[in-house]
């Protein structure tokens, strides 16, 4: 009980340190921002391991976090292959594909009426199609490779990506789109230098909503079937082996795949939308 009384001290001296630094008058400081997620992770992380460590928790219930870092050193290579084949190869290939091939289709609806009437509803159907079912059926078609991880991924980016780019593309007024009338501008000029600039915000929306359904539609897709290396895969065995230290650490890995193509495509919104106010 005394793991579990320190965990109790160490939580609530993390809560104290952060509630200072939060209303103290450098609370809107670059450093200040930082320190308060990184004390509240670590406190976290710490609070886990006296409470595992404490209450003695079995292995296969919930592992320690300096077991999970241990697998995780010792399993590098293994891992390495595990995201090659899952994100390198499914998720970011699934995510040029569908993504391009919802740009290009939100610019041929923004064009047709007949189109946007007909296809959005579809999409909205599409969208709420469960991964579980529709994935195996993809599998099947494509092959236990990366490229039916690849059409899994497509499907789930493709209609955020549509939704949300034909709404950028609608956004402009009116009266700004006569004034580009009254300059005699073609279609194309008027989608260059008005509403595609407008339509950024929009765009980067469903870019970074589809990072996460990328990886997460990759690694649902290696529970169907998969070539003995994978994210998916290695968590489907390892849950069967009760090895969930190894689960945990390819959790880690897909978090941080995921937060750091998240804030890659964050990166690109903020250099390219400098002028919007969400940036400011």
């Known amino acids: 009980m005394i793991m579990v009384g320190l965990a109790g001290l160490v939580w609530i001296g993390g809560w104290w340190v952060n509630g200072r630094l939060a209303n103290s008058p450098v609370a809107d400081t670059r450093a200040v921002q930082l320190a308060v997620p990184v004390i509240f992770g670590v406190t976290v992380l710490i609070v886990w391991e006296l409470l595992v460590r404490g209450l003695e928790v079995p292995l296969v219930i919930l592992p320690a976090p300096t077991l999970i870092a241990a697998r995780f050193v010792g399993s590098l290579p293994i891992l390495w292959a595990d995201f090659v084949q899952t994100f390198a190869k499914g998720a970011l290939s699934g995510y040029v594909m569908g993504c391009s091939a919802a740009f ?15 296809l959005l509803p579809v999409g909205n159907f ?14 099947m078609w494509f092959g236990f ?10 499907v789930m980016v493709f ?8 709404a950028g593309l609608r956004e402009t007024s009116a009266m700004q789109r006569d004034l580009m009338q009254t300059y005699a501008a073609s279609y194309w000029q008027s989608f260059f230098k008005l509403r595609l600039p407008a ?10 909503i589809s990072t996460t359904l990328a990886l997460i539609g990759a690694i649902v897709a290696e529970f169907f079937g998969s070539p003995t290396v994978g994210m998916g895969f290695r968590i489907s065995t390892s849950v069967g082996q009760l090895a969930l230290d190894m689960v945990w650490a390819e959790i880690v890995v897909a978090a941080l795949a995921g937060s750091v193509f998240y804030g890659i495509v964050a990166l690109i919104e903020k250099s390219v939308t400098f002028w919007h106010p969400s940036q400011r």
């Open 104 to 118: 290009l289709m939100a610019i041929a609806v923004d064009r047709s009426d007949f189109l946007r009437r007909g």
């Open 126 to 139: 599409v969208a709420a199609l469960p991964i579980v079912g529709t994935a195996p059926i993809l599998v």
């Open 145 to 154: 490779d990366w490229q039916s991880k690849a059409a899994v991924v497509v």
């Open 159 to 166: 209609f955020p990506m549509l939704v949300n780019t034909v």
């Open 199 to 208: 339509a950024m915000p929009f765009i980067f929306n469903g870019l970074k």
